[in-house]
């Protein structure tokens, strides 16, 4: 019986692991995400990370990307700035294996 319960608690850890690391990788696509969207609406330094900041802090909302894609689409309708919905998941996109990779060689 003790090798099922090894096998059962290596899995229970490797499913751990696993949310772990997914959580780390949304939230660095996320700020990613952030840095993207503040440069294109004129933010630098502090002003950007800041802004990256409350992008990360967005996808607490809710379960999935809607709320960081509405986070992101609302204050691009405010800036006036002239982004698809098609554009900015596109970017949300394309940021993902990006953050992975930085995650996973951290």
């Known amino acids: 019986m003790s090798t099922f319960d090894d096998r059962e608690r290596a899995e229970e850890a490797k499913y751990a692991l696993d949310q772990e690391t997914q959580f780390k990788v949304m939230a660095r696509r996320n700020k990613l995400l952030g840095l993207w969207a503040a440069d294109l609406m004129g933010k630098t330094g502090a002003e950007a990370e800041a802004y990256a900041k ?23 309708d405010s800036a006036g700035i002239d982004r698809t919905d098609k554009q900015i998941r596109e970017q949300m996109a394309e940021l993902l294996p990006v953050a992975r990779e930085a995650i996973l060689k951290s």
């Open 54 to 76: 409350e992008v990360v802090l967005s996808d607490l909302e809710e379960a999935g990307d809607e709320d960081v894609f509405r986070k992101v689409r609302g204050d691009f």
